[in-house]
């Protein structure tokens, strides 16, 4: 079935470092890719998403680039800030399905 | 954008007490909603798919007598936890289905923190 890992955190970095949380994908098809990110004590919010290969999502700074041939979706940051620290969720949808499944999330911690 | 607002944020209730949370679209008609329940440090479980008008879709190993899902209208959607107990405790979120072009979007609800004692 349709499956979504993560690397596992939590990770910790100092402010402007350069930020990659790996997310690596197992799906049927082509299936559209997504990053979430949640803040504490609250619910997710969409931050960039990608739907055929080679199409790169961005926003706020953060970039992820879909990889059929690794089936790779790696979140990228060229200099994180202290109001990043959240956790990530790396996600799929599978056409078809309006299922999402998720990676376990990966805790990022930003250091002033 | 479309925003889906989920309440309560936080409740606390007492063990074998029933717990309803509700999640509407505010600018928008869900056909679909999902609920999610978030344990410590863990991703997203989906519980169930809603959708209006019919019965929900529970994955497995929910069980549907406890988690009462009601899909009534194209704007709200309710989870009602049942004869809650400490188990049941956790962050439970909703999400709603935007279909747009180039794929599904999701909005999700900002979460109820449920704690039973």
């Known amino acids: 079935g349709n499956s979504v890992t993560q690397m596992e955190g939590p990770v910790t970095l100092s402010e402007e470092a350069f930020l990659t949380i790996n997310c690596t994908y197992t799906?049927?098809?082509?299936?559209?890719l997504f990053w979430y990110v949640q803040y504490p004590g609250e619910g997710l919010q969409l931050l960039l998403k990608?739907?055929?290969?080679?199409d790169k999502g961005s926003n706020k700074g953060f970039e992820a680039t879909y990889r059929k041939e690794t089936t790779s979706f790696h979140l990228e940051k060229g200099s994180v800030q202290v109001s990043d620290s959240a956790v990530y969720f790396c996600?799929?949808?599978?056409?078809?399905?309006?299922?999402?499944?998720f990676g376990k999330g990966t805790k990022l911690t930003v250091n002033p | 954008g479309a925003v889906v607002s989920q309440h309560p944020s936080r409740v606390i209730c007492k063990s074998g007490t029933s717990v309803k949370i509700e999640c509407r679209s505010l600018?928008?008609?869900?056909?679909?909603m999902f609920w999610y329940r978030q344990f410590p440090k863990k991703s997203l479980m989906l519980m169930a798919t809603?959708?209006?008008?019919?019965?929900?879709?529970?994955e497995q190993g929910v069980e549907k007598d406890k988690f009462l899902i009601n899909h009534a209208s194209l704007t709200l959607s309710t989870l009602t936890v049942t004869s809650a107990h400490p188990e049941d405790s956790s962050f439970y979120i909703c999400?709603?289905?935007?279909?747009?072009?180039?794929?599904?979007?999701?909005?999700f609800g900002s979460g109820t923190r449920l704690t039973v004692v």
């Open positions: 999400s709603a289905s935007l279909s747009v072009t180039g794929g599904y979007g999701y909005t």
């Open positions: 799906a049927t098809g082509y299936p559209s």
């Open positions: 990608a739907t055929k290969a080679d």
């Open positions: 996600a799929l949808n599978q056409g078809g399905s309006e299922k999402l499944v």
């Open positions: 600018d928008f008609q869900a056909t679909t």
């Open positions: 809603s959708n209006e008008g019919s019965k929900a879709t529970y």
